[in-house]
């Protein structure tokens, strides 16, 4: 079963190759990393070069952002399974992408996700711990997401579903997962292990502004679908996962 791991990424030089090395250290093999570039000028257009015969597929122009190209990256995958790996991610261990394929080894799940922990830049430290759960109808509207880059898939959904809405702007991932979970009925699992580590930073984390727009890009796509959705209900669960996460991260540095 071939999984297709698709890595967007821009003006990335100072990680991208930890990211790609990442991928390369799983203990499963048949793996297509899928790089898609946005055209970069900072030297991450060499290291790429430097493992393109370890890759799956190189695509090197401009994009009219980061959802066209990771739409580019699912129209060239041609693995069974599709996912993504942020240009600053790695994966937690060795064996997650093997836990992905046994996982989908059940013929009736078609998706599967699990939790992640941001880290500091270093990442030396983590900051907050996202401890998923399994889904249930109507759980977006609280506040609930997985964590999108544990969030895999099988192609044939995506062809029959659509992949990323580009005309949300930030959070386009959430929006995904929403329409595939709530209103495509798909079966997914949850692994309660941690799957991915992220460093703090990116686009939906980058500043307050972006949060905010990401949230309110949130709230819009859920009402479409539910326009009774209370703003101040969503809010608040929001702001006490966010916070249950940063404590979460603190006990896990603690028991370190």
């Keep these: 079963m071939k999984v297709s791991v698709i890595t967007v990424v821009y003006n990335n030089v100072e990680t991208i190759e930890d990211t790609i090395k990442s991928v390369a250290s799983q203990d499963y093999t048949d793996i297509e990393h899928i790089v898609i570039d946005g055209g970069s000028s900072d030297g991450t257009l060499e290291i790429i070069e430097k493992y393109r015969g370890k890759l799956g597929g190189v695509v090197t122009e401009p994009a009219e952002g980061i959802y066209h190209a990771m739409n580019k990256g699912l129209a060239l995958?041609?693995?069974?399974?599709?996912?993504?790996?942020?240009?600053?991610?790695?994966?937690?261990?060795?064996?997650?992408?093997?836990?992905?394929?046994?996982?989908?080894?059940?013929?009736?799940?078609?998706?599967?996700?699990?939790?992640?922990?941001?880290?500091?830049?270093?990442?030396?430290?983590?900051?907050?711990?996202?401890?998923?759960?399994?889904?249930?109808?109507?759980?977006?509207?609280?506040?609930?997401?997985?964590?999108?880059?544990?969030?895999?898939?099988?192609?044939?959904?995506?062809?029959?579903?659509?992949?990323?809405?580009?005309?949300?702007?930030?959070?386009?991932?959430?929006?995904?997962?929403?329409?595939?979970?709530?209103?495509?009925?798909?079966?997914?699992?949850?692994?309660?292990?941690?799957?991915?580590?992220?460093?703090?930073?990116?686009?939906?984390?980058?500043?307050?502004?972006?949060?905010f727009q990401q949230n309110m890009e949130v709230l819009s796509a859920l009402r479409s679908n539910n326009p009774h959705v209370s703003t101040f209900s969503f809010v608040a669960r929001k702001v006490i996962n966010r916070v249950g996460q940063y404590v979460s991260g603190f006990l896990r540095n603690y028991q370190r």
């Design 77 to 211: 995958a041609t693995g069974e399974i599709t996912g993504f790996m942020n240009s600053d991610d790695l994966y937690a261990d060795s064996s997650v992408v093997r836990q992905v394929v046994d996982t989908f080894q059940d013929e009736t799940m078609d998706a599967c996700y699990a939790d992640l922990v941001y880290v500091s830049k270093d990442n030396e430290k983590v900051i907050r711990y996202w401890k998923s759960a399994p889904f249930e109808k109507g759980s977006f509207t609280f506040g609930w997401c997985p964590p999108h880059p544990t969030f895999y898939v099988r192609k044939s959904l995506v062809e029959r579903l659509g992949g990323f809405d580009q005309s949300v702007k930030i959070a386009a991932g959430v929006e995904l997962m929403m329409r595939y979970l709530e209103r495509g009925g798909i079966r997914a699992r949850h692994i309660p292990r941690v799957w991915v580590t992220m460093r703090m930073g990116g686009k939906t984390n980058q500043s307050l502004m972006n949060t």
